[in-house]
Nanobody, 125 residues
Framework: QVQVVESGGGLVQAGGSLTLSCAAS????????MGWFRQPEGKEREFVAA?????????YYADSVQGRFTISRDNAKKIVSLQMNSLKPEDTAVYYC?????????????????WGQGTQVTVSS
């Protein structure tokens, strides 16, 4: 089992950058694929980015963030990071970190077993 806690959210101007961190507990962190999702107010939760387990050799991004966001993991520190550049007002949302052991699509939130409480990101225009 793993527990995850997000941090790093805040208020930033459009065009700015922000880095989110997801700290995980448990001795088997490296077994888990990790993902970031977001939920704008009044909308459904959506996929943002994901990284495969172990070395994190595979990464996946939503079209809306491709080229602007970068996901990475540090297994020794049990941290997954989401570097967000060139932020836009439409990136405003609560961002959630999630972990999974089961396969299937990385972009489907139903395939993730463990979720954090979320961190708010607000991008002002």
């Amino acid at each position: 089992q793993v527990q995850v806690v997000e941090s790093g959210g805040g208020l930033v101007q459009a065009g700015g950058s922000l880095t989110l961190s997801c700290a995980a507990s448990g001795r088997t962190f490296h077994y888990y694929d990790m993902g970031w999702f977001r939920q704008p107010e009044g909308k459904e939760r959506e996929f943002v980015a994901a990284i495969s387990n172990w070395s994190g050799s595979s990464t996946y991004y939503a079209d809306s963030v491709q080229g602007r966001f970068t996901i990475s993991r540090d297994n020794a520190k049990k941290i997954v990071s989401l570097q967000m550049n060139s932020l836009k007002p439409e990136d405003t949302a609560v961002y959630y970190c999630a972990a999974r052991r089961i396969g299937g699509s990385f972009t489907d939130l139903r395939n993730y077993d463990y979720w954090g409480q979320g961190t708010q990101v607000t991008v002002s225009s």
